[in-house]
C-alpha cells in the first residue's frame, strides 16, 4: 500500500507573527519557515504504518516555491521514501492545493492521503476536505487514532464532546489531529541520508491546473490589545460583571 | 566510549555557523576547488537555523568579504546600507555634547547589516560550494582520540527528559569525526571553555575579559528615518566608573538598530545592564529616533573584549580556534566581525595545506598563528591592546590614556593587564542600590515582553542546560553577600529568587527563556554556573539581528 503525505511549508510556530503596515498580511521577510506541525504528525502516522509493515511505500508532497525542498527533505529524514515538489511562486489556496493533490493522486494511485488537519498560518481547514471531493474519496478528519486492514481504515475522530469511530474503504483521506501521535526527532543521520533520496519537482504551469485564488485578501490587523483584568471582591460581584458588563451569561 | 552513536567521518569540522565558521567553510572549498582536491566540510550549528543565534550591532567592515567573495554585490549580499554619517555623543542626564569622532570610529565605506542576514547568506554560498551545514545539532562533546588530540565532536542526545531519563523520543546524539575541528562557537564557546582546561591554552594570556550587548529592533515611522546614521554614545545612565555605551544605527527599510554594551567587569551588584539599556532609549537625544515606532525583535550577546594580549593560544592538536570564540575584537573600533572572517580564512589555508600531508589527523594546524601574525589584523590588534584596560581608570582616565594612546599610535612600550570579569563585583552593602524607572510600554519594556520577541523556544521536557555547580551557593552566597547579580544580569529573566516572602529564598531557572547570551557564564561571582548547549533548536529565532 502507498501512502501520499502532503505537507505545508508556513511560519515556524515560534516566531511572532506581525502584521505588514500595509495591513496586505504578515511580514515573511527574513521569518524562519518550518513544517506545519500538523502535518508532520501525518509524516509520522504514514512511517509508522511503513514500519508496522502495513504500507510499502510513502511518497511526500509539498506545493509552493523552491523552498519547500527544505520542508520535504524534513519528512524524508523522519523517513519518507520519496518526495514531489509541485513547484510554484503564485499563492495557492486551499482549492488549488486540493486540485494538485487530485492530479497528483491520480498518478500515483495513493490508498491512503494523509495531512494535517489545517495549517497554521491561514488556518483554512480546508484543503483535506476539498480533496477528498474532487477525488470522490471517503474522508475522516481529526483523525486522534488510526488503524488499517483489509482494504479499510478505522479512524477514532475527535469531535465536539467526545471521540467518533468510522470506518472507510480504501482509497481515503485522512487529516490529522494532535493527538495521533508525537512525531520523532529528524536525527542527523538520517538528515544525511535524506539529502540522497529521490525528489521530484513538477512545475505547477505545466500541470494543467487552474491555481487561480478565488478569495481575495481585504486586510489583515493584529488582534486587539488584551486590557489589563481585575480583582472583584467577592462571586456576587463576579457575577454582576459578567451578566451586566461582559453579558455572557 | 558510546556505542550507540553512528559515526561520520569528514576532512573537517566547523562547530558554528557564524561569521568565522562559514569564512573557514568557504575558503576550505574554494582551495580545495583550486587545488582539484576532494575535502568534505561540514558545519554544525545550535541554532535552529543558520542566523537564529546571530546578533551584533552591525557596522561591518567588508575588507575580508571583499578577499573571500570579491563579486558579493552581485551575488546578492545583504549590505544595503552605506554608513553616511559618523556621531559621537556624550551623554549627560538631560543633554549631550557632541564629541569629536575617533579615529577608529570612521565609518566612511561600511556597511550597516543585519549579521544574521549575512550569515544566512554566506551559508548559502557555503552550500553551493558543497559545504554541509546542519542547523538544529549543538555540538555538545568534544570527542579525543588516545594520544589525547581532537577527533572530532558529538551533538548531544535529544530526548532526554528533565529527570534525566530517556522519553519515547530519544534519539541519541551523533559523531563527527574530523581530521581538523573547527571551533567557531562565538564568544565564550562552550566546547572552547573545555578545551582551555584540557589543553592550557589560556597559561600565557591575560584573563579575557567580556561585554554584554543588548539588541532592539525598531521599525519607525520613514519621517524621521535618516538610513545611514550610525550614532553611538558614552556617558549616562552609565557611571563612569563602568565600562559601555551604545549603538544607534538606520539600516533599511525604516528599521532601526539599537542597542546597549556594559563591560562584565563592572563592580555594582545591583547594575542591570537590561534597565540601563532601557532607560537609555529615553534620553532627550535618543527618544525621537524611535517614538512613534514599533519594537520588532529583542536579544542579547555577550562579547570579548580582552582583545590581543587575552588572545588563548590558537591551535592544539586535531583543532583550532577562530573568531570570537578565540576573542579576536576591536574595542576601540567596536568591530569584529571582519577579524572573525579573517580569522577564518587564515585558519582555513593553514588546514588546507595540512590535509595535504599525509597524515594530518590529529596534527596540530601551527601555521594558522604563524600567518596570522603577519597580516594586518594582528597589528591592528596590537596596537588598540590598551584601550579597554586603561578605562579600569574610569572613563576619564581610559580617555586620557586612550587620547595618549593615540598619540603613540598604539606603539606604547607597555601592555596592560585584566582581570577577570567575575572576581570585581563588591558586595551588596558596599555599592549603592540603583533605583531604575518603570517600563512604560512604549518606549521601554519589561523583561519578559522582551524575551517574547527573541522568538526563543526550548523543548521543555529536557535537562536543564544551566548547572549550578554546588546549588547551595546560589543562596549562601549569591543571594546572601551578592543579592543575587544573576536575577539582574540575564537579560532574558531566566534567573528568579523566589519564596522570599516565607523567609526561604530559592533561585529558580526558567532556563527556556535563555537567548545563549553566556553572560551567567561569565560573570557569576564564584563560577558556579555553567553553560551548557541544550537541545539543538533551542534558544532564539533571531528574524536579522
Redesign the interface.
Known sequence: MKILVAVKRVV?F???V?VK?DQSGVDL????M?MNPFDEIAIEEAVRLKEAGIATEVVVISAGPTQCQETLRTALAIGADRAILAETDAELQPLAVAKILKAVCEKEQPQLLIMGKQAIDDDSNQTGQMAAALLGWPQATFASKLTVANGEATVIREVDGGLETIALTLPAVVTTDLRLN?P??A???N??KAKKKPLDVQPVAAMGIDVAPRLKTLKVTEPPKRSGGIKVADVAALVAKLKNEAKVI | MRNDREAMEFDVVVVGAGPSGLSAAIRLKQQAQKNNRELSVCVLEKGSEVGAHILSGAVIETRVLDELIPDWKAKGAPLETMATKDKVLFLTEKSHIRMPTPPQMHNKGNYIVSLGRLCRWLGEQAEALGVEIYPGFAAAEVLYHEDGSVKGVATGDMGIAKDGEQTAQFQPGMELHAKQTIFAEGCRGSLTKTLFEKFDLRKDSEPQTYGIGIKELWEVPPAQHQQGLVIHTIGWPLSTDTYGGSFLYHLENNLVAIGFVVGLDYSNPWLSPYEEFQRYKTHPAIRPHLEGGRRISYGARSLAEGGFQSLPKLTFPGGVLIGDTAGFLNVPKIKGTHMAMQSGLVAADAIHQLLATEQSAGKEATQYPDSLKKTWMWNELYRVRNVRPSFRWGLWGGFAYSALDTALMGYAPWTLSHHEDHSQLKTKDQAHKIDYPKPDGKLTFDRLSSVYLSNTNHEENQRCHLQLKDAAVAIAINYTRYASPETRYCPAGVYEIVGEETGAPKLQINAQNCVHCKTCDIKDPTQNINWQVPEGGGGPNYPAM
Open positions: 515556524d515560534n516566531v511572532k506581525r503596515a521577510a527574513n521569518v524562519k518550518s508525537e520523532r526527532y536525527t542527523l543521520p538528515i544525511m
